[in-house]
Each structure stands twice: as C-alpha cells, then as structure tokens.
C-alpha cells in the first residue's frame, strides 16, 4: 500500500476487487502493521478504525491517525521473520490444517446446488458431481455444500462413499430461533438475554442489529458466552452427520451505534468483531 492512503475498516470488498481499476485499498480484515525496509516492524494494537496515509501525501512519511482514545504499539527490530515470530507470539498462531484439507477441494455457493425452479434436485446435484469427479479420476477430499446439501444427512451419505468430507458456510446473523431451533424463522421480539448486537442509542427491544438485506437474521454477539452454546445447537447435529468445516463468511456489518455484552460499542468493535467471530467458531 505504499503511496496509498488507506481506511482500516472492515468491509466487504469482493466487488471493488473483481473490477480491475477498483478500489484496492479495502479489504475484509484490516491489522495495523508496518513493515519497514529500514528493518523494523510495527505492530498498532488497536482496533479502532485507522487512516493510514503510507507515503501519499509525502513520500517520505507515513501516518496513523487512530480514531479512538488509547495508544499502544509493538516494535520489533530482528530479521522480518523474527519479527513475525514475535507478532504471532504475541497474538496467537493459527492452527495447522489437516494434510486432507491441503488437497483438492470442490463445491459452490447455495444457487448452484438448488438454482431456482429446481430447488428439490440438490441431492441427485451432489451425487452428479461426485460421480463425474470419479470418473475423472480426481480425488475430491472435501465438498463445499452451501446452503442445502450441509443440511441433509443424506449428502453426507453420499460423500461417504467417497471419501469425501463436507465443509459448510456460516453467516453471521444466521438468526438466534435459527441456530437453537433449526427452523428459519426469525424472532420478531428477541429478549436482553439472547447473545445478539444490540443497539446502544436504544435499550427497547427490538432495536438490534440486522444482517445485510439478503442474510436476513440478528447479528451474534460472540462476546456472550451464550453465543457458543447457540452455536452448538445450530451444528450439533451437522457435525454428528459428519461436516468437517465451514466457511465464516459476512461479520463486517457492525454498525457504530452497537453495544456488545463485553461493554465495546460498534467504533471498537468493527473491527474487532472478526477476531471473536473466529475465536468462539473454532471453539
């Protein structure tokens, strides 16, 4: 991003990418760190919304202009892998993926498994396609079943033969009555106590935060210990059948008037959101 003046600010960016003169200065997970060819790197530990301006108003500077009130950095002055070494340290390490994750994968989003006037096929979808995969001769080790195949045991049937596991999708604002019930309904007047982003400018219920137009539901609130517990009950049944993973997908919808159950309001949140996201998921 040098000679970029950059938004830290999560947001969905997947149409500003797939046009070629788009805007390639959004991105879905922003982390403020600075690696310098002078041999140090920083790391900025806050999770507020940031402008970093890296050399555009002049070359030789850069700024990082936070907009919350706490200030915190790291410095590291060792060799760039060291200093790494010493972020992840600090932050956390990702898990090492099993070797069958790391081979041929398949699968789409939702409307190729029931496309629109065929929403009843998804099953006889799924076995086409792991037939013709045999064929070839292409050993397909997980199966991306988005939206009706990860809900129906016998999909999973079907993988089985072969050898095949099914990785899922998740939203979130999958909906509370939805994770708990497994019915798609939506609440019409959730309660205080249910681990949804409510709003701050408001103590009425009612008055949450919504998931985008086309992911209708209440945004979790994976700072509420009864997050987790929603969680299992929404897939408890799915990793019995045997679904191996899943996708996390949105999470960059928190608005600024939120207020969560760990007292953040959406300005520290926005951000922060994707790191509590993952955090109780992988739980």
Same mark, same amino acid.
């Given at each position: 991003?040098?000679?970029?003046?950059?938004?830290?600010?999560?947001? !969905?960016?997947?149409?500003?990418?797939?046009?070629?003169?788009?805007?390639?200065?959004?991105? =879905?997970?922003?982390?403020?760190?600075?690696?310098?060819?002078?041999?140090?790197?920083? &790391?900025?530990?806050?999770?507020?919304?940031?402008?970093?301006?890296?050399?555009?108003?002049?070359?030789?500077?850069?700024?990082?202009?936070?907009?919350?009130?706490? &200030?915190?950095?790291?410095?590291?002055?060792?060799?760039?892998?060291?200093? #790494?070494?010493?972020?992840?340290?600090?932050?956390?390490? /990702?898990?090492?993926?099993?070797?069958?994750?790391?081979?041929?994968?398949?699968?789409?989003?939702?409307?190729?498994?029931?496309?629109?006037?065929? !929403?009843?096929? =998804?099953?006889?979808?799924?076995?086409?396609?792991?037939?013709?995969?045999? !064929?070839?001769?292409?050993?397909?080790?997980?199966?991306?079943?988005?939206?009706?195949?990860?809900?129906?045991?016998?999909? =999973?049937?079907?993988?089985?033969?072969?050898?095949?596991?099914?990785?899922?999708?998740?939203?979130?604002?999958?909906?509370?009555?939805?994770?708990?019930?497994?019915?798609?309904?939506?609440?019409? /007047?959730?309660?205080?106590?249910?681990?949804?982003?409510?709003?701050?400018?408001?103590?009425?219920?009612?008055?949450?935060?919504?998931?985008?137009?086309?992911?209708?539901?209440?945004?979790?609130?994976?700072?509420?210990?009864?997050?987790?517990?929603?969680?299992?009950?929404?897939?408890?049944?799915?990793?019995?059948?045997?679904?191996?993973?899943?996708? #996390?997908?949105?999470?960059?919808?928190?608005?600024?008037?939120?207020? &969560?159950?760990?007292?953040?309001?959406?300005?520290?949140?926005?951000?922060?959101?994707?790191?509590?996201?993952?955090? #109780?998921?992988?739980?």
């Amino acid at each position: 991003q040098v000679g970029q003046s950059v938004l830290l600010w999560n947001t !969905e960016a997947y149409n500003d990418l797939l046009d070629y003169n788009g805007d390639k200065t959004r991105g =879905y997970k922003n982390i403020p760190i600075l690696h310098s060819t002078n041999g140090y790197m920083l &790391f900025f530990n806050s999770t507020y919304a940031a402008q970093a301006d890296i050399g555009k108003t002049d070359k030789n500077h850069y700024t990082l202009d936070f907009n919350g009130d706490k &200030f915190d950095f790291y410095m590291w002055t060792n060799t760039p892998l060291e200093n #790494v070494a010493s972020y992840t340290n600090l932050t956390g390490r /990702t898990i090492i993926p099993p070797k069958w994750a790391l081979s041929y994968l398949a699968g789409n989003g939702g409307q190729v498994w029931s496309p629109p006037g065929n !929403e009843g096929q =998804y099953v006889e979808n799924v076995e086409e396609v792991m037939e013709k995969y045999a !064929e070839l001769g292409t050993p397909i080790q997980g199966l991306g079943g988005e939206g009706d195949p990860m809900e129906d045991a016998e999909c =999973y049937s079907i993988l089985k033969k072969y050898g095949t596991r099914m990785l899922g999708w998740y939203w979130s604002a999958m909906g509370i009555s939805d994770m708990t019930n497994r019915t798609p309904t939506l609440i019409s /007047t959730p309660t205080k106590d249910m681990p949804i982003v409510w709003k701050k400018s408001s103590a009425d219920r009612g008055s949450f935060i919504k998931g985008q137009d086309e992911m209708p539901g209440e945004y979790i609130d994976f700072t509420n210990p009864l997050a987790g517990t929603a969680l299992s009950g929404k897939f408890r049944k799915l990793w019995e059948w045997g679904l191996a993973g899943c996708m #996390v997908d949105m999470g960059d919808q928190v608005t600024l008037d939120s207020i &969560f159950y760990n007292g953040m309001t959406g300005e520290e949140m926005h951000n922060f959101y994707a790191y509590w996201y993952n955090k #109780v998921y992988y739980e």
